[in-house]
């Protein structure tokens, strides 16, 4: 299958789509994506910004995972885990996670060890969002991390695989191509049952990321844009992404309910043309809308996270 034709076999479908997604009531959840660089590059700045996104009535906080923020090494960078663990001691409501941890370049074991602690100290708030990273970032390029996106993509797969076996509770053993594990039993189980949500990102239409985040409990994909571009999902985009979604899961003979995460853009001037944007993708099916508050004077991005989420209900 081409990504042409995960685009064209889809579309078919959408006009129904359109149709049903209106008959149901719009619900959407408001989330706050942050950097882990610049001021955000102190732990204690990441984890009082969580505070106050819970106070300002944030359904999310979504942390960057880079090891050298957007490869300036000229750039304070801060490890997402240990400040997402500070947001969740210091937080009791608000969902936690990382947007998103590039699986490939970490051992599946300690993911999956880390993930259940941030799960503990959250009492089940943690989200896990994963996929094969930006092959031009420092932290692949000049640490000899594997490049090659079908191999990095063959490593996140083989991961995912480990972490959710371990996670099981039960003995588990595995043969992979890149990993090994003898016969082991990982506990304590996460807090949430039967495991905690995994968001797979990627670009779309590519036909790996999109396979991948339909296996899993949702996706966090961006729109693959043509150079200069910089556009907005639209409603119809997005109503074929459902579609495709819906009917890889059916085949996988799942019902569970399927998390679609876009945004990820800062709010724009015209505030009530983002609402009228964020109630058209809604009524499409997208479930989490992410606001991107950008590196930034400290005063800023605080004003930015007190004021809350552009609402739509």
Partial sequence: MTEDVIMSRYTAHSEFEKVESERKEVTMQYGLSLPNGGVCGDA???????????????????????????????????????????????????RLGTSVTPLNRRRPWKVAREAVALDQLSNGRFILGVGSGDVGEAGFSRVNEVR???????????????????????????????????????????????????????????????LRAARYDGCCLYKQHEPGDASDWTPEEVRVLKTFMES????????????????????????????????????????????????????TMRESVKRGPLRID
């Fill in 248 to 299: 890889q899961r059916s085949e996988q003979l799942t019902t569970k309910p399927y998390e679609i995460k876009l945004g990820g853009r800062s709010r724009s001037e015209d505030w009530e043309q983002d609402r009228a944007l964020m109630k058209s993708l809604a009524e499409a099916g997208v479930t989490w809308w992410v606001e991107y508050v950008p590196a930034g004077e400290l005063e």
């Fill in 44 to 94: 204690r700045v990441l984890a009082e910004l969580g505070c106050l996104a819970e106070e300002a009535g944030w359904d999310g906080v979504f942390v960057e995972d880079y090891i050298v923020h957007q490869s300036d090494g000229a750039v304070p960078t801060c490890d997402p885990w240990i400040a997402l663990a500070a947001m969740a001691v210091g937080t009791k409501q608000i």
């Fill in 148 to 210: 090659d996106a079908k191999e990095r993509a063959k490593i996140l797969d083989e991961a995912l695989d480990i972490i959710l076996g371990l996670w099981s509770g039960e003995p588990f053993s595995y043969q992979g191509h890149y990993f090994q594990v003898q016969e082991m039993t990982f506990l304590p189980t996460p807090v949430q049952q039967p495991r905690i949500p995994i968001l797979v990102g990627g670009g779309w239409p590519l036909k790996g990321p999109s």
